[in-house]
Structure formats: structure tokens, C-alpha cells
């Protein structure tokens, strides 16, 4: 679409609206109308209309201290989808059998936009356990979740999902090498480079016809407190059969 039949059909209100979710979405403190206003270059009497009708949609709270924020309308409508619940339906009994067998933590993540996003976690039934919030986004390079995406990706489809990631140009020259291998073995263990002590765990979950629907992790920590704890490699084991399980089910249809 050139740009003359871009500008022929314009939504101004709704790109104003759009500018401001996408603005406030990079945010961890929100944002006042002044700031909102002087980031989007627009006038403090179009950024206050469009952020009432935002608020009373209940997509953007303000603040006691008179900052906007988001809401998780947004989330819940992206997962309120069939897919996506259908998956995490589909996988939260298994993935809560995995937890209390492995005495470990495992998250569900999905790629979204070339960005992986976390829908699921299930905690250990220990008193403590490393977990992270669903909602998170993780790193497509630097992850065990992104190496088996990219793993079980085709080569366009990887030079795809790769398009405007952060640290994509600074791989190291055995990438490639290290996602054929993820590919044979058909898992990933990597240490965590987020958080000490840590090894993800990470297997595909699989579609009918071999497509990658999503990822089970399990940040796997040695329990020093049990003995009787499963070790790294039975975790992996039980991991694994978890994947396999998941990808059985009637999950939802491939990516596009």
C-alpha cells in the first residue's frame, strides 16, 4: 500500500489511541498527561479526551499519584482467544504434574510478533521455587525458550522471527551449530544468563504436522534441602514426556 492510499483511509482518533498504548506499553511507571503529551507531540486537550475514554475503557488507570498506566485488558484479550486458552488449558494439568513430580518450577511461552511471551507458570509445591510472571517477555537469543523456537524453525522463518531483535547481530559464530544440535536432541539446557545457579530446561511443543505451537521450561535449581529430589537429568526426562504429552493433545491450529 503506497503512501497516498495509506493516508486515504486514516484513522486519526484511533491511531491517537494506539500511539498512547504503544507509548505507556514500554513504561514501568506510567506516565503523566503532560509527558504523554510532550512524547506524542500532541496537544494537552487531545491526549486528556483520548485518555478518558482509555481510562473508562478501562484500558489505561490513573494513578493516586496522577500517572497513567495500563491495565491487563490488553493481555487478557490477547489470551482470551481460542488458541491460546485452548493451549494453556490443554497444558496447565500436565505442566502442575510435572511440578510436583520434578519438585521444580516450568513456564508455558509462546512467540508473538517475533517476541516471546510467558502464559502460563505452575510454581514447585516446595515453600520456595524460581518462577517468572506470566505476561513476561523473553529474550528470543538468549534464552532456552528462544533457542528451541529458533531451533525448530525453518531458515526464513528464523531470519524472520530474528528481524529487529536486540543482540541478533552479535551471535556468536556457533549459533547456527548450537540450533542443529537443539533440533537433534529435540531439547535445550543452558545456564541461565538471568539469575545465578539456574539451568533452563527447555522442549518444543508441537503441532500435528511437526510446527512449533510453544515452549516448556523448567528453571531448574539443585534442592539441597531434599536428597531425595530428582536430579538435572530425571527433571529434563520428566520434562520431556511433559512436552510430548502437551503436544499430543487437540491443541490449537499452527502459527501463521
Known amino acids: 500500500m503506497d503512501t497516498e492510499e495509506s493516508d486515504r483511509y486514516r484513522a486519526p482518533a484511533l491511531d491517537k489511541g494506539l500511539d498512547i498504548l504503544e507509548l505507556l506499553s514500554g513504561t514501568e511507571e506510567g506516565l503523566s498527561q503532560a509527558e504523554i503529551a510532550k512524547s506524542l507531540e500532541r496537544s494537552p486537550n487531545e491526549i486528556y479526551r483520548m485518555l478518558d475514554r482509555l481510562v473508562r475503557r478501562d484500558y489505561v488507570r490513573r494513578t493516586p499519584g496522577d500517572r497513567y498506566e495500563l491495565t491487563l485488558k490488553l493481555f487478557e484479550l490477547a489470551h482470551a482467544s481460542p488458541p491460546v486458552s485452548r493451549l494453556v488449558s490443554q497444558a496447565l494439568p500436565i505442566m502442575r504434574r510435572f511440578a510436583r513430580e520434578a519438585q521444580q518450577a516450568c513456564h508455558l511461552v509462546i512467540q508473538d510478533r517475533n ?86 530446561l527447555t522442549v518444543p511443543i508441537l503441532g500435528p504436522v511437526g510446527t512449533i505451537l510453544a515452549v516448556l521450561t523448567s528453571p531448574f535449581t539443585s534442592r539441597l534441602d531434599k536428597q531425595d529430589a530428582p536430579d538435572q537429568r530425571a527433571v529434563l526426562d520428566l520434562l520431556i514426556a511433559a512436552g510430548e504429552e502437551i503436544s499430543k493433545r487437540p491443541l490449537a491450529a499452527p502459527r501463521d
Not at 164 to 182: I, S, Y
Request: charged share 20%; hydrophobic share 45%.
Open 115 to 200: 517476541i516471546l511471551v510467558v502464559v502460563a507458570q505452575v510454581d514447585s509445591p516446595g515453600y520456595w521455587n524460581v518462577s517468572i510472571r506470566v505476561g513476561s517477555r523473553i529474550s528470543m537469543v538468549n534464552t532456552g525458550s528462544g533457542h528451541v523456537f529458533l531451533a525448530f524453525a525453518s531458515p526464513e522463518e528464523r531470519r524472520i522471527m530474528l528481524e529487529d531483535v536486540a543482540g541478533a547481530d552479535e551471535l556468536p559464530a556457533d549459533f547456527d551449530t548450537r540450533l542443529a544440535k537443539v533440533r537433534e536432541q529435540g531439547f535445550e539446557t543452558m545456564a541461565s544468563l538471568q539469575v545465578a545457579s539456574v539451568t533452563n
